[in-house]
C-alpha cells in the first residue's frame, strides 16, 4: 500500500465509523475498495490502537485536520452535533475535489452546513438505517450494514461522478443506496427510529418510576424488545433528537392521539372501537417484513 | 399407557397450550410427567390432528365436558374470557380432588371465577412469562417455558399439595414458579406487557395513519423490535386488557405523563430536562438483564 492508494479518512471509531472500515476490509469488499488506505481519527488513543489491531485502519490520528489533508473521501461518523461542528474544519483542511460524506442519523442541518463548505468539496449526506444499542468500535461489525438501506442525500451541487463514488462506496459496504431528499428522509426516520426511541425510554421511566419490583421480575421477551432502543447512547440520542425536532413533534402528536382514543375506549369498555384501533395495527405489522 | 395414568386434560391447544404439552413430552422432562397420559381438548379436528401427529397428545376431543371427566388435571390454555366461560363447565364435570389451572395472561378476574368452583375441586391460577406474536399449535415450542418465571396464583382453599402439584408441573416444564397474588400479578403485567403492547400498537396506527411509504422501507431493526407485540393476536389481546382494565389504564396514565415531560423539554429545546429524562430509563434498561 503507497501514499497514492485512494485514502479515506474516518473520522470516528464508533459502531458506525468502526464497522465502515471493518466492512471495507472484509470479504466480499470489491478489491478497488479492499486497496483503499484507511486513516482513523479519533480523539481516544485506546479506540485508534483497538482499531489499528484490528486491521480496521492502517493508521489513527487524533488530529481531524491531519486524517482530512491527506484523504480523498472523508466520512465524518461521529454523533450529529459533532459531525456539525467539525464540517467546517473539514471545509478549511480537505483537499479540492475531496468527497465528504457522513453517517448521522438526522440529515436536514448537516446538508444545510455542507452547503457552507468551499466550492471545490463534494458533500453528500448519508445515513445506513442500522444500528445496535450498544456504541464503540468493541460494537463495530463488519456485517452492520449488509442488506440494509444506505440513505445518501447529495446537494444540487454536487457531481454525478461523487454522488456514483458514494453509491459505489454503500454497495461495497453490503447496503443498499437509496438517493433521498434530507428532509423526507428526516420525516421518514423521527416516525420509524426517534419515537420508538422516546415512546420506550417513556415506558422504562413510567414502570421505572413506580417502583414495582415485581414487574421487573416478571419482564419478558415484548418488554425486552419494546424497550430495547431505551438503551442507547443517550449522548448520541440528544443529537439526533435536538437536531429533528419539527419532525418528531409531529409523529409524537400523531402518536398521542393514537394512545388517546387506545385509552378512551379502554376506559369506556368500547371493544368494537379497541377492536379496530387494535386490528389496523396487527395488519399491518404483521405484514411487515425485515 | 393405560386408563389408570395420571390424566391432564389441555384446553386449548394453541401457542401456550400446545407448547405446554411438548414440553411434558420433551427431554429433560421428569418420568413421572412423561408418563402422563394427555387429552387435548379443541374446537378444531385440524388441530388435534395436528397435536396427535406431533406425539404432542394421546386422544383428541371436542368435547370439553368429555376431556374434564376423565382428568385429574385440568389445565385451561384459551384466551382470557374463554377461560371465564368454560369454568363452570369445568366445574361440572371435573372429578372431586381435580387440580384446575389456567394460563391466562390476567389473573384477578379468573381467579374470582375459581373461587365459585364447587369445593371440592383444587383451583390454582397460573400465568407462564412467556410468548410470541405468533399464535396457533403451528407455533407451539417445547422450549417455550424454558427458564421463564411461571407464576402460580393459589387461592385462600387450595391445598398445600395441590399447589405443590402445580409446583412441579411448572418445573417440569422448565419454568421457575412464583407465587404471586394475582392483584400485584395483574398490576405487574400491565406494566410490562400490556401497556408496552398499546403503545406498539399506538405507534404503528400513527406511522400507518400518515401514509409516508418512505418510513416503511427505512424501518430497521429500532422499528421492528419495538413494534413486534404489535402483531400479536387481537382476539387474546382484547380479552386480556379487557380483564385488566383498572390497571392498565393507571399505567398508561404514568406513560402519557413521562411521554409529556418528554415532549416539553423537546419542544422548549431544553437539553438538560430532556437528558435527565433520557438517561434514567437509559440506565435502568442497560440494566436489565434477560
Known amino acids: 500500500m503507497t501514499e497514492d492508494a485512494f485514502t479515506i479518512c474516518i473520522a470516528g471509531l464508533g459502531l ?21 488506505r484507511i486513516v482513523g ?23 481531524l ?28 483542511h480537505a483537499r ?4 465528504v460524506m457522513d453517517l448521522g442519523s438526522s440529515k436536514g442541518q448537516i446538508c ?12 453528500v449526506g448519508a445515513h445506513p438505517m442500522c444500528g445496535k444499542e450498544t456504541a464503540g468500535f468493541a460494537a463495530a461489525d463488519a456485517l452492520l450494514y449488509r442488506q440494509r438501506p444506505f440513505v445518501l442525500c447529495p446537494l444540487p451541487r454536487t457531481t454525478a461522478e461523487a454522488l456514483a463514488t458514494a453509491h459505489d462506496l454503500a454497495t461495497a459496504v453490503g ?26 425510554a417513556a415506558v422504562v421511566a413510567a414502570v ?21 432502543v431505551a438503551a442507547s447512547d443517550v449522548d448520541m440520542m440528544l443529537d439526533i433528537l435536538l437536531t429533528n425536532r419539527e419532525a418528531l413533534l409531529d409523529w409524537m402528536d400523531a402518536f398521542a ?15 368494537t372501537g379497541l377492536r379496530a384501533c387494535l386490528a389496523t395495527a396487527q395488519a399491518r405489522r404483521a405484514g411487515m417484513r425485515f
Open 175 to 200: 447496503g443498499r443506496p437509496l438517493v433521498v431528499d434530507p428532509l423526507a428522509h428526516d420525516r421518514a426516520v423521527a416516525a420509524i427510529s426517534h419515537l420508538p426511541y422516546v415512546v420506550a
Open 16 to 36: 458506525m465509523g468502526g464497522s465502515l472500515a471493518l466492512a471495507l476490509r472484509a470479504d466480499p469488499t470489491p478489491a478497488v475498495w479492499r486497496a483503499a
Open 65 to 92: 485536520a491531519q486524517g482530512v489533508a491527506e484523504a480523498d473521501l472523508v466520512v465524518l461518523a461521529t454523533p450529529v452535533r459533532t459531525i456539525l461542528r467539525l464540517l467546517p474544519e473539514v471545509g478549511r
Open 41 to 63: 481519527v479519533s480523539r481516544s488513543a485506546t479506540t485508534l490502537d483497538a482499531a489499528r489491531a484490528a486491521g480496521a485502519i492502517d493508521r489513527g490520528t487524533t488530529d
Open 257 to 271: 392521539d393514537q394512545f388517546a382514543e387506545l385509552r378512551r375506549n379502554l376506559a369506556a369498555g368500547d371493544e
Open 208 to 228: 421505572d418510576g413506580a417502583g414495582d419490583g415485581l414487574a421487573w421480575t416478571l419482564a419478558a421477551s415484548g418488554f425486552r424488545d419494546t424497550t430495547r
Open 112 to 123: 444545510a452546513a455542507m452547503a457552507d463548505l468551499p466550492a471545490g468539496l463534494q458533500p
Open 96 to 99: 479540492p475535489g475531496t468527497l
